[in-house]
């Protein structure tokens, strides 16, 4: 298990851009799985974007286009930069990883065992 911690939330107007960090501790983080999950009011966790190695990357569809993941193995920390963020996009933030990818296409929540403690984005038109 890693400990993950998102920043880089906050508010950001429309049309703009905006990058999220989650800053990860524990010495095999380069080899984990990552992905980014969110929370929108009132509806249900959802996927946003992972990587599985150091390039494989998957996205979901109503971010592509929008949204970059990437990872610093380096500094243990992985991003998700957004540009053109949409009123829609107002969520909490979540980076999550896992020892293995286990998916095939896009990953679910159960895919992964590690969570942050998420991070509120609020996109204001």
């Known amino acids: 298990q890693v400990q993950l911690v998102e920043s880089g939330g906050g508010l950001v107007q429309a049309g703009g851009s905006l990058r999220l960090s989650c800053a990860a501790s524990?010495?095999?983080?380069?080899?984990?799985?990552v992905g980014w999950f969110r929370r929108a009011p009132g509806k249900e966790r959802e996927f946003v974007a992972a990587?599985?190695?150091?390039?494989?990357?998957v996205y979901a569809d109503s971010v592509k286009g929008r949204v970059t993941i990437s990872r610093d193995n380096a500094k243990n920390t992985l991003y998700l930069q957004m540009i053109s963020p949409k009123p829609e996009d107002t969520a909490v933030y979540y980076c999550a990883a896992s020892p293995r990818a286990g998916w095939l296409l896009k990953p679910s929540e159960v895919d992964f065992g590690s969570w942050g403690q998420g991070t509120q984005v609020t996109v204001s038109s």
């Open positions: 990587m599985r190695g150091v390039s494989t990357t």
């Open positions: 524990g010495r095999s983080f380069s080899s984990y799985a």
